[in-house]
């Protein structure tokens, strides 16, 4: 459809303004909770106007995602430029996906809900390839590094292990504990530094692999904090503990 540009501006700023109110009802009901018409009366819309910009709650939820995925990728693209060998790479990723869960809690928790209900496959295939077109880009960053490591001679792998599956081992770790961060009560099980635990458990998996430099031969956490301050200033004020 071709639109002027001043109607195209307005049509970007309502699905925004859609998004936005969709995002907060979605954090309130959850996925079986959140309805199209919620929606429209929130925004004083007619639910057809919703309908002209998402053809279903799951295309609602499929976007939120993306926004998701999109703003970690952000996050991940500034780490990677991280000054470096491989290792200390990665160490800045893990500083930009701890930032990215406790300052942009809310986005975390729609990843959360895409990933635990059958959302996928009830959005439009276009929602859905824009989806796994970000999840590839996260995925390419972390993959790369993994090869920096190998062709500067830091890191070899086992036979059995590509770089795309020390990548899934490394984000299934990251992921699944963040996840257990934002929904549970972890102190009262005896884990009181959680997002350290997720680092410890990471840099465990990167020495048993041999990743030079070794954990005991560099002082990660040192590194972290200072590429902290010196690539991610700006939202270090507004981090907050989940």
Known sequence: MNRSPRKER???????????????????????GLKMDQIAAEMEYSKGTIYQHFSSKED???ELAAQT????????????????RPRERIAALGVAVELFVRRFADYFRVEQIIRADSIREKAAQERQEKLTA???????????IVRDGIAAGDLT????????????GMWSLSFGGSSIIVTGQLGELGVEEPFQ???????????????????YETDYPQTM????????SDLLDDARTP
């Open 10 to 32: 307005e049509w970007k700023e309502r699905e925004a303004r859609i998004l936005e109110v969709a995002r907060r009802l979605l954090m309130e009901h959850g996925y079986l």
């Open 60 to 62: 609602v939820i499929m």
């Open 69 to 84: 995925i999109e703003k970690r990728l952000e996050l991940m693209a500034r780490a990677s430029e991280y000054k470096g």
């Open 134 to 144: 970000c999840e590839l880009r996260c995925m390419g960053i972390v993959s790369g």
């Open 157 to 168: 792998l086992p036979e059995f292990l590509t770089p795309e599956q020390l990548t899934f």
């Open 197 to 215: 635990a997720i680092i410890n458990n990471i840099q465990m998996l990167l020495d048993g692999l041999n990743w030079k430099p070794l954990s």
């Open 225 to 232: 904090e200072r590429i902290a301050e010196e690539m991610f």
